[in-house]
């Protein structure tokens, strides 16, 4: 389907097609979970690329205010279509991602929505959930304040009760408790939910969640008391300008007691504070649950990325043979391939943790229902730790694939500075990602202590358990060849993921206290909680490969790619596996030479490969990645569409260029 709006014309990879040994169609299920996962997704793709609404090549050309409000008629435009097709849920979502628009919808279906739903009564859901449901209201996720974002406990907002009244007072009493970043708060949310301290019968009790309207729902205008604006531009042209983010400062103002959610915990009639007998952390639930999905949306960046740079770089020709033969493309220079390569692996294996993290999520949100908590502290580490792993990495591997297609890459019509743009913030957004790791790296430490005390673990930390062997083991390899061995790969990245930790926890227990010990070695924690995150990835694209996987040469080919994947992570972090004693010198050296000769087997197959992504060319948004290769032509039609180019002597001529180009030749003449 890849090629639908593309039109039969010239195929210039047709070529590097004809050297794929596999089935593309066999690789496009295993990519995407299932067949009925690729047929709604293309469906939706086509839906969004055929719609003259959804057009986005102009995007980086509009000013803010134009890109909002092409934003507002996308957003719009889209639920109706949906309304108009009866989409369902799955359906919708895929129709909102191929729009790809960062806009207020995100932020009212991904954090308001579920947000309610886990934090909110059944009466409670019932009430606003409809309202939502319907797009009668409109919600964002107010949590982050001007002086605070990491340190939710910190939020200084406060939600004082009124028993005269039966209200709350909302209010920010500091220019730091100004609300700032929500999406969509600037300009369009109605409501919000809004994280402040609840202070009732005199004292504090801490962060709890709020429903508030925030605008009229007749003109839009903010409710009294209410300061409400956009926080303005950020990184990049087009990216994430479309999104309204937004500060807002609360003057005592008054929402009725059942609009605090009530799930976790109440305020009586009276005043009175009663906690349920659920975690307290449960309130942090939605940020669980967005997290997440953020690995999926990582999968999903990395692999447009490495799709552009894969399709140009089989394009791209520079330098020929000495003795004049044709030029050699950029894809078959051993640097390329070793720089991209390891991404397509990423792309991939993201791809297969995230629906891993998917199934864990369900499964523990299904324990939750049934007051079974034991596996929360579990998902907090592996979202945190997958979120925090997924995102660096990918905006670490866009920039690069700019620099991979040369000059080229750095033009907006190359699609990638805005992917890079959009995808950035998600180091930071749900969890700075080094903060997330520390709370991995602090799980990992319980971990190691309750190990200690004779505790077995279990889940993704269930081989910590083995600790007498994979303290001392030696790794088995010997050849080139035994670095195919899924089974030698595991127990390497085991055994450094525990000697890591383990060598922190020591180094913690030896500081006068365990705070202090804990932050003297916070580095070595948040490079143990990689080494922890980095084994999970591992150890799932194992296991899918384990799977019942359909197609000619499908599971040849992830095999191979897990092997990248692997064998690229010892090279990069071998510093680790030599320190920790986990390989030698030579294990290391072998395990790139196997390293080198997985990427020459990889090379025929790599734009099949890409090809499996079933990117739209809309969607891709990319001269330099089109399906069809015809890369030079697009680049040059994309040119004459910039703003610049309406007129052939510029706009600043008369006033600037002409009387500076005049005095220079009046001056040269005297
Ligand atoms: C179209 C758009 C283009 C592309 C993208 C498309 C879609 C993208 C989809 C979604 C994204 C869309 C938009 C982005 C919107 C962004 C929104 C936001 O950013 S919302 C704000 C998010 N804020 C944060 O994430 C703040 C980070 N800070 C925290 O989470 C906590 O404060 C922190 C955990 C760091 C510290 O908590 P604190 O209670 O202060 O400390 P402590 O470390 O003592 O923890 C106590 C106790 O609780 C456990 N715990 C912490 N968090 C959780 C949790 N979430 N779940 C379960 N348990 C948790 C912690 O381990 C500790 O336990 P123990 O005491 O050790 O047992
Ligand atoms: C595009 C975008 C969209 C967003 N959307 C929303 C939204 O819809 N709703 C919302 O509520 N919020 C939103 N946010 C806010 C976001 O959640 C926060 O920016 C994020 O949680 C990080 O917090 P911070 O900005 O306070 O960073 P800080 O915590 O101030 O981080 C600054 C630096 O300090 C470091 N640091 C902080 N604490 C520690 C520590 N304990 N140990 C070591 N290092 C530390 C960090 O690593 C970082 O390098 C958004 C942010 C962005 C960029």
Not at 270 to 286: A, N
Not at 544 to 553: F, R, S
Not at 556 to 563: D, F, R
């Amino acid at each position: 389907m890849a090629a639908a709006d593309w039109g039969g014309k010239a195929d210039h990879l047709a070529g590097e097609r004809a050297t794929a040994q596999f089935d593309v169609d066999g690789m496009k299920v295993a990519w995407a979970g299932s067949r009925h996962a690729v047929e709604v997704a293309d469906r939706m793709a086509c839906l969004v690329a055929s719609d003259p609404v959804f057009r986005k090549d102009t995007r980086t050309m509009l000013s803010r205010k134009e890109l909002f409000k092409d934003t507002l008629k996308k957003a719009a435009h889209a639920w109706k279509r949906t309304v108009e097709l009866h989409l369902t849920e799955e359906e919708a979502n895929l129709l909102r991602l191929y729009i790809d628009q960062p806009g207020y919808v995100d932020l009212h279906w991904v954090m308001f929505v579920p947000a309610i739903k886990g934090q909110g009564t059944e009466e409670q859901q019932k009430k606003w959930l409809t309202m939502a449901y319907k797009f009668q209201i409109i919600g964002t996720y107010a949590q982050t304040e001007l002086g605070h974002g990491s340190n939710v406990q910190g939020l200084e907002t406060t939600a004082t009760f009124d028993p005269s009244t039966d209200e709350f007072i909302m209010h920010s009493p500091t220019l730091t408790s100004s609300k700032w970043w929500p999406g969509g708060l600037g300009k369009t949310s109605t409501h919000a939910v809004v994280y402040a301290r609840l202070i009732t019968e005199g004292k504090d009790y801490g962060i709890h969640g709020f429903i508030m309207q925030l605008r009229s729902l007749d003109d839009h205008s903010p409710l009294p008391g209410i300061t409400i604006g956009d926080i303005g531009g950020k990184f990049g042209s087009g990216a994430y300008n479309s999104m309204d983010n937004g500060v807002m400062r609360l003057d005592h103002v008054r929402i009725p007691r059942d609009q605090m959610l009530m799930r976790l915990a109440q305020v009586t009639r009276e005043g009175k504070y009663v906690h349920s007998d659920v975690p307290k952390q449960l309130l942090y639930g939605t940020m669980v649950y967005v997290r997440q999905t953020i690995v999926a949306d990582a999968s999903r960046a990395l692999s447009r990325a490495v799709c552009i740079a894969v399709r140009y770089g089989a394009i791209r020709k520079q330098f020929g043979s000495k003795a004049g033969g044709p030029e050699t493309q950029v894809l078959n220079y051993k640097t390329q391939q070793s720089r991209l390569f390891p991404f397509l692996a990423s792309a991939y294996a993201f791809r297969f943790v995230g629906q891993w993290l998917k199934w864990l999520y369900t499964d523990v949100t299904q324990k939750l229902e049934s007051k079974d908590f034991s596996t929360l502290p579990e998902a907090h580490a592996c979202t945190a730790g997958l979120k925090s792993v997924t995102t660096s990495a990918t905006a670490d591997a866009i920039e690069e694939c700019q620099k991979l297609c040369g000059g080229h890459g750095y033009l907006n019509s190359s699609g990638l500075p805005e992917l890079f743009a959009v995808n950035l913030p998600a180091c930071t957004y749900e969890g700075d990602n080094v903060v997330l790791l520390l709370q991995v790296a602090r799980f990992l430490m319980k971990t190691v202590s309750q190990v200690a005390s004779g505790k077995q673990p279990v889940g993704t930390t269930a081989y910590m358990g083995n600790i007498q062997h994979l303290m001392q083991c030696k790794s088995v390899v010997n050849t080139v060849e035994d670095w195919l061995n899924p089974a030698a790969i595991k127990e390497v990245f085991e055994a450094r993921a525990l000697r890591m930790a383990v060598n922190c926890a020591q180094n913690i227990s030896k500081a006068p206290s365990q705070e202090e010990g804990f932050s003297e070695l916070s580095p070595d924690l948040v490079e143990a909680a990689v080494a922890h995150v980095q084994l999970i990835i591992v150890t799932k694209f194992i296991e899918k490969l384990q799977e019942d996987i359909l197609g000619h040469g499908v599971k040849e080919q992830l095999q191979k790619l897990c092997g990248i994947y692997a064998l690229h992570l010892i090279h990069k972090h071998l510093g680790d596996f030599l320190s920790t004693g986990c390989v030698t010198a030579r294990q290391g050296s072998l395990a790139n030479e196997r390293l080198g000769k997985l990427y020459a087997q990889v090379r025929p197959n790599a734009v099949a490969l890409v090809d499996a992504f079933d990117y739209t060319d809309h969607y891709l948004g990319s001269a330099l990645g089109r399906y069809d290769g015809d890369v030079y032509s697009a680049l040059y039609k994309e040119a004459w569409k910039d703003p610049l180019n309406e007129t052939v002597v510029p706009d600043g001529y008369q006033e600037h260029l002409r009387p500076l180009l005049k005095q220079q030749l009046k001056l040269s003449r005297l």
